[in-house]
């Protein structure tokens, strides 16, 4: 079993839709969780981050951890085509080395 | 501007080669890291490095080598050894200390076998 699971997807929506994008870790230990987006053919870019449990707003993304459960998610209000890219989880212990562990990455796709 | 260069955007390597992917940041981080990404398998850590002079193996060092001379700079080397080096090669950087170890990542080099 992985430590973190994402569905690759692929996921498509309409334009406006709200999406959740979502991952399952194993390891209870993890207390830090990050959001990167990935264009293709490029860098991922840091999203949103993410400090044990709860619930962080910027604009129209909202992200989500639930520790209890050991599941994070994504939230996308009124996407945009512009939001079509794989969107990947990560985390890390709060300590020790600072190696991320990703999920697979979810490839999204807003259709106008 | 800050931020990570990586260069050649794209790398032919013929069999029994090594080849060489730079890897340099403006940002003063102390931490350095490179991934391999595949279809379908997200990123999986090569090598990282928190300190010059200093760099440990990550998941998949096999095949693999790099050097920390410099703050600025990580390179990788993709051995001979490395049977199945076609892949999307990422650089990242990070502070060290507490908090978040939020990594920032280079745009990327594409390793292609000839």
């Known amino acids: 079993q992985k430590e973190v699971e994402q569905d690759p997807g692929p996921l498509s929506v309409p334009e406006g839709a709200i999406v959740s994008l979502n991952c399952t870790y194993s390891n209870s230990a993890f207390q830090y969780f990050m959001w990167y987006r990935q264009y293709s053919r490029k860098g991922p870019e840091l999203l949103m981050y993410?400090?044990?449990?709860g619930n962080k707003e910027d604009g129209r993304f909202t992200a989500q951890v639930d520790k209890s459960s050991k599941y994070i998610s994504l939230f996308i209000r009124d996407s945009q085509p512009s939001d079509s890219a794989t969107y990947l989880c990560?985390?890390?212990?709060?300590?020790?080395?600072?190696?991320?562990?990703f999920g697979q990455g979810t490839r999204l796709t807003i259709n106008p | 501007d800050g931020g990570i260069t990586q260069s050649p955007k794209y790398l032919f390597r013929k069999e029994g080669q090594n080849v060489t992917l730079s890897c340099e940041q403006n940002l003063n981080h102390d931490a350095m890291y490179w991934y391999r990404q595949d279809p379908g398998q997200g990123l999986r850590l090569i090598y990282y490095?928190?300190?010059?002079?200093?760099?440990q193996k990550g998941d998949i060092a096999e095949g693999y080598s790099v050097s920390r001379e410099k703050k600025e700079s990580f390179p990788l080397t993709v051995t001979s050894a490395q049977k199945n080096p076609t892949a999307f090669y990422l650089c990242?950087?990070?502070?060290?200390?507490?908090?978040?170890?939020?990594?920032?990542f280079g745009p990327g080099t594409r390793l292609l076998v000839l």
């Open positions: 993410t400090y044990s449990s």
């Open positions: 990560a985390m890390h212990f709060i300590q020790g080395a600072q190696k991320l562990v």
């Open positions: 990242a950087s990070s502070p060290v200390g507490g908090g978040a170890k939020t990594q920032y």
């Open positions: 490095s928190q300190i010059v002079n200093d760099f």
